[in-house]
């Protein structure tokens, strides 16, 4: 087992030749995550406190492929490979020798989720950023190839299938439409990105809400996936550049629960293999119970995840070496994951002699819409001086987050400098 420290010194210790021991994660990474979950595949057997071998999924939940199987924690193992460096999941290796999937096919899969006891072994309902560096290759015998990276609803029922207000399989769906229920980073040898999302009344997939194909050739090249996944939208990233993003505001596909993350080689006869160096998930570093990520904008001296039109200056800081400049009429404005059903305090320390407006509003899943709104007015006179609301969140469900939009505009005449954002939770779930 690796210690995360150790793994962080070395990671930035160690010179990049070719394939090395911890190889960088890509430049995809946003400045200011820090790493929270990774497995670099260097033990000599899989890390069960990580992974799930026992392969299912939404869609085979839904065809009720091996049903008793499942039940039963009787589903086949996949085929796997220990390099000393690297994870190689292959089809030829598959046990027992029988299909697994409905159409035939077989497959090889590690996930962070048990389907049947309802598990997980990564928390990331907050979202963050999720990469994997593989290799993935098929002989030239091998029929319905797929080499995928991929996340999940979770089950261990169709509820995040479902659509929300329909019942189908037993159970009232919880999605709204337009949420993904499935999200791959990439698929088939080619790379294609693919969002699977809207279901009719009855329960029958209707289409994807997103797909895009990266051009080139990735067979048997090692590769560089990753996600950002934030309650303002998805981007997504190979070798560390931006290649496609979902990222409206009245069109909001992200899920805001948890996902199970999942690598897998499928194939029908000859042999599909995915190899792969590591996996690696990151968040926002927080700072002593403040929720906002970037509060006083030292992220690399940048404004993300702050959004909208405040110049970054270091004259505008109050503390650290950075703050945010607006002009009359400017705003910034951020999409933050926080827990339902709570009281949470927003603070602020502005300087100026200005007005400004602070609005948060709790938004609504996919369409961006303001279900409530918590709006303050301040007046602003000379240095800094800090400001406080309250506001609330609004229920959803189980442990699912809400989704809050915090703006903050300068409604006045002159420069309005801002430094040291936060939110905290006020009290607990009542």
Not at 36 to 54: G, P
Not at 75 to 81: A, C, H, K, Y
Not at 111 to 120: A, E, K
Not at 399 to 407: E, S
Request: charge should be negative.
């Amino acid at each position: 087992m690796k210690n995360t420290i150790i793994y962080l010194a070395l990671l930035l210790a160690l010179p990049v030749v070719g394939q090395s021991l911890y190889p960088p994660t890509s430049e995809g990474l946003p400045a200011g995550m820090k790493l929270v979950w990774h497995d670099e595949f260097n033990e000599a057997s899989l890390d069960t406190t990580k992974w799930f071998t026992q392969y299912y999924s939404i869609f085979d939940f839904v065809a009720q492929v091996n049903y008793t199987d499942f039940r039963n924690n009787t589903l086949p193992e996949p085929g796997i490979e220990f390099t000393g460096s690297s994870l190689i999941l292959r089809t030829d290796e598959f046990v027992p020798d029988r299909p697994f999937m409905a159409n035939g096919r077989k497959i090889s899969s590690v996930q962070t989720y048990d389907w049947n006891s309802n598990r997980h072994k990564l928390d990331n309902r907050r979202g963050g950023y999720i990469e994997a560096r593989i290799r993935r290759n098929a002989t030239s015998d091998a029929g319905q190839v797929n080499g995928a990276f991929w996340l999940d609803s979770p089950g261990p029922d169709a509820r995040y299938f479902v659509e929300k207000g329909e019942t189908a399989f037993g159970v009232q769906g919880i999605r709204p439409r337009g949420q993904v229920f499935e999200i791959d980073l990439c698929e088939y040898i080619t790379t294609e990105i693919v969002l699977h999302g809207n279901v009719s009344p009855e329960g029958e997939f209707q289409r994807n809400i997103g797909h895009h194909i990266v051009e080139g050739n990735f067979m048997n090249q090692w590769t560089t996936h990753g996600i950002l996944w934030s309650p303002a939208g998805l981007k997504f990233y190979v070798d560390g550049k931006l290649v496609r993003e979902w990222w409206d505001p009245h069109d909001i596909k992200s899920p805001n629960h948890t996902m199970n993350v999942l690598i897998g080689a499928y194939g029908n006869g000859g042999t599909v293999t995915v190899e792969a160096d590591y996996v690696r998930y990151y968040s926002w570093e927080l700072q002593e119970g403040n929720e906002l990520p970037n509060p006083g904008f030292e992220y690399h001296a940048g404004l993300f995840p702050w959004e909208g039109e405040g110049t970054v200056l270091k004259e505008a800081a109050r503390s650290g070496s950075y703050g945010v400049s607006l002009k009359p009429g400017e705003a910034i404005f951020q999409y933050v994951y926080l827990d339902h059903t709570c009281e949470y305090e927003c603070s602020f320390w502005g300087k100026g002699t200005t007005a400004m407006e602070v609005r948060i509003d709790n938004i609504q899943q996919v369409s961006g819409l303001s279900e409530d709104t918590t709006t303050a007015l301040f007046e602003l006179s000379g240095g800094f001086s800090q400001k406080k609301l309250t506001f609330r969140t609004l229920p959803e469900y189980g442990d699912h987050c809400r989704t809050v939009k915090i703006i903050l505009r300068n409604t006045g005449t002159d420069i309005l400098e801002l430094d040291d954002i936060e939110i905290r939770k006020h009290q607990q779930k009542q």
